[in-house]
């Protein structure tokens, strides 16, 4: 069964720092992987996507992902962490063919806080 | 804003009760997700139509069932509920069945 693993419940950093979120799946097949960030209260938002194209992938905010096959791994990272980043972030795995239709499965997700 | 809607977005009510949740996808968009998310299971796929039909489904329960209606917009009932079923019921919305999902704000339910 398709799961993903986020290393690290909690990440703190400080502001300027560099923001390393880690996110490693199991899959028998190079899924789709995604990133999505949580605001207290709020819907989840699309950060990034993995499609197969490109294996260094830009999102919104500055945020990037780097997919390894080798390592099954796709973590998130941003140069220098805002004030603003503070949130809870998941990876979220899509299964291609068989019976999965685009379902995520999403790891425990990984709460950054950001101090001054 | 995702373009995703969904109603209400605070439920409360009590054990037993039978309860509707409903959403709007995306313009466009022909298949819809439900997930729940709570404290100790996170957040999990529940079930998925497309274009009005049941495509995929998840750890859903059975006093959970839901559908897609003609103009797409979807509802997910809940029955005979417990308290257990406390949670965060997200709705997300696709052009298809692999591309991005976009998600709608929430439905927060308590029942007490």
């Known amino acids: 069964a398709q799961s993903v693993t986020q290393l690290g419940s909690h990440v703190s950093v400080s502001e300027g720092a560099l923001v390393l979120l880690r996110c490693n799946y199991s899959s028998s097949v190079p899924p789709y992987l995604f990133w999505y960030v949580q605001y207290p209260n709020q819907g989840l938002q699309l950060l990034l996507k993995?499609?197969?194209?490109?294996?260094l992938v830009k999102g919104i905010n500055g945020f990037e992902a780097e997919f390894k096959k080798s390592e099954t791994s796709f973590h998130l990272t941003k140069p220098s962490a805002h004030m603003s980043d503070a949130a809870e972030y998941f990876c979220?795995?899509?299964?291609?063919?068989?019976?999965?239709?685009?379902?995520?499965?999403f790891g425990q997700g990984t709460i950054l806080t950001v101090h001054p | 804003d995702s373009g995703v809607t969904q109603t209400p977005k605070h439920l409360i009510t009590a054990t037993g009760q039978r309860v509707t949740l409903r959403c709007s996808p995306r313009s466009g968009d022909l298949s819809v997700y439900w997930y729940q998310q709570s404290l100790d299971q996170g957040l999990q796929f529940l079930i998925q139509y497309y274009n009005g039909e049941e495509r995929a489904k998840g750890n859903i329960l059975e006093r959970f069932s839901a559908q897609q209606f003609p103009d797409l917009h979807s509802e997910l009932n809940l029955s005979s509920l417990e308290l257990g079923d406390s949670a965060l019921y997200f709705c997300?919305?696709?052009?298809?069945?692999?591309?991005?999902?976009?998600f709608g704000p929430g439905t927060r339910l308590t029942v007490l």
């Open positions: 979220a795995v899509s299964d291609l063919g068989g019976t999965s239709y685009g379902k995520l499965t």
């Open positions: 993995y499609t197969s194209a490109a294996t």
């Open positions: 997300a919305s696709s052009v298809g069945t692999y591309n991005e999902q976009f």
